[in-house]
């Protein structure tokens, strides 16, 4: 989106990022407003970025602007690396973004307070009105975890779902 500019409250929340750094795993480069971050494969506590070469199964994912994903709940192998295929079915931006529950309110809460804030990781989609996007993702930790759009007022509008990891 581009009214959405990278880092423009950079400044401001760097202290915040600073203590939230092993949370959101944002890297320096980013931070230097680069404007793409090669794929970083960092472990996360919910999994790490997935080969498109390993991709055991494909789930289709749709977004709509009454703040639902749909399906609301998938059940994963452990090990297994997932192809969301994404279809903003709506009239405005949403993403997906994957993580265990406290990171995502955490992150949530942080976008109400600094909603120009722009980032990109391996395990969030940004879909625009109407347009599909991709994520692959390896779910190589077990666990219950959260896929959730964090644009400010859909996350608190419950636009959540859950992903189960045995
Ligand atoms: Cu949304």
């Known amino acids: ?22 949370a959101f795993a944002h890297g320096d480069a980013a931070h230097a407003g680069s404007k793409r971050v090669p794929v970083e ?8 970025a997935g080969e498109a070469k390993d991709v055991s199964r494909t789930i289709p994912l749709e977004m709509t602007d009454e703040m639902r994903f749909t399906p609301d709940r998938i059940e ?5 690396t997932i192809r969301f295929s994404h279809h903003n079915r709506g009239a405005v931006m949403h993403e997906m973004v ?21 980032h990109d990781e391996p395990w969030m989609a940004h879909v625009r009105p109407g347009g599909r ?7 190589n930790r077990p666990g219950e975890f959260q ?20």
């Open 1 to 22: 989106m581009k009214s959405r500019r990278r880092f423009l409250a950079a400044g401001l929340a760097a202290g915040v990022f600073a203590l939230h750094r092993r």
């Open 98 to 118: 994957i993580g265990t529950p406290e990171a995502l309110k955490e992150h949530a809460e942080m976008m109400e307070r600094f909603p120009e804030m722009e």
């Open 41 to 48: 494969k960092e472990q996360q506590p919910w999994g790490i």
């Open 147 to 166: 896929f959730a759009c964090l644009i400010p007022r859909h996350f608190q509008a419950g636009m959540i779902g859950t992903v189960v990891v045995r």
């Open 133 to 139: 996007g991709e994520t692959i993702w390896c779910f």
């Open 76 to 80: 994963v192998r452990l090990g297994e």
